[in-house]
């Protein structure tokens, strides 16, 4: 089993940023592919960045150049750091992982079988 708590949502203005950061315990090998997703009321989930064992990565184009997923070994914690935040980035964040999500590579498709409970995420213009 594999435990995710996810941490650091909140309100900000456009143009802020802020750090969501996503506590893993549990069996290590389950999580060899960790990501964050999001989702408005309404809609499907959507991949926003995805963080592989071997250390590469892949966003969504929304994300690109502003969003950066990383992990801290030594915590079992995975971080996205948001800057230039826009309202369109309003959603609850979810951490997930699963150990064949990124089985040939990063991929913001893939299935994840662990989800966190989220942390909400508010940016108004």
């Known amino acids: 089993q594999v435990q995710l708590v996810e941490s650091g949502g909140g309100s900000v203005q456009a143009g802020g940023s802020l750090r969501l950061s996503c506590a893993a315990s549990g069996y290590t090998n389950s999580r060899a592919c960790m990501a964050w997703f999001r989702q408005t009321p309404g809609k499907s989930r959507e991949g926003v960045a995805v963080?592989?064992?071997?250390?590469?990565?892949v966003y969504a184009d929304s994300v690109k150049g502003r969003f950066t997923i990383s992990s801290d070994n030594i915590k079992n914690t995975l971080h996205l750091q948001m800057n230039n935040l826009i309202p369109e980035d309003t959603a609850m964040y979810f951490c997930?992982?699963?150990?064949?999500?990124?089985?040939?590579?990063?991929?913001?498709?893939?299935?994840?079988?662990?989800w966190g409970q989220g942390t909400q995420v508010t940016v108004s213009s």
């Open positions: 997930a992982a699963d150990k064949l999500a990124c089985l040939y590579g990063p991929n913001l498709h893939g299935t994840f079988n662990y």
């Open positions: 963080f592989a064992k071997d250390g590469r990565t």
